[in-house]
């Protein structure tokens, strides 16, 4: 199975940008793909996922709708979450993660429909 690498996480000001990359060690094309996040004191969320393998279909939670974008290019093996309009509450780390079984649209969200998971990278937005 593919290994997940996460990068472009950092410290941005409020009302800035950040493009977070996820690079997988393979194919990506069979795999729905997802970002998460842990916020300091919160449980972990899903924050963005896009289906497979051209990702035609995207779902946001309702706090990022309009601000951050998740998208994927199966050519290089990597999914992108673009993040505008950052807020402090945006602070967390954000995880990638990749699911290969039973999946549906209803349920996307579900940290449990996703069997690869990378290591994170810390985002911090200070005001």
């Known amino acids: 199975q593919v290994q997940l690498v996460e990068s472009g996480g950092g410290s941005a000001q409020a009302g800035g940008s950040l493009r977070l990359s996820c690079a997988a060690s393979?194919?990506?094309?069979?795999?729905?793909m997802a970002w998460f996040r842990q916020r300091p004191g919160k449980e972990r969320e899903a924050v963005a996922g896009i289906s497979f393998p051209d990702g035609s279909w995207k779902s946001y939670h309702d706090s990022v709708k309009d601000r951050f974008t998740i998208s994927r290019d199966n050519a290089k093996n990597t999914v992108y979450l673009q993040m505008n309009t950052l807020s402090p509450e945006d602070t967390a780390m954000y995880y990638c993660?990749?699911?290969?079984?039973?999946?549906?649209?209803?349920?996307?969200?579900?940290?449990?429909?996703?069997?690869?998971w990378g290591q994170g990278t810390q985002v911090t937005v200070s005001s």
């Open positions: 993660a990749a699911g290969s079984g039973a999946w549906s649209r209803s349920s996307w969200f579900r940290d449990n429909r996703y069997n690869i």
């Open positions: 393979g194919d990506i094309y069979k795999y729905y």
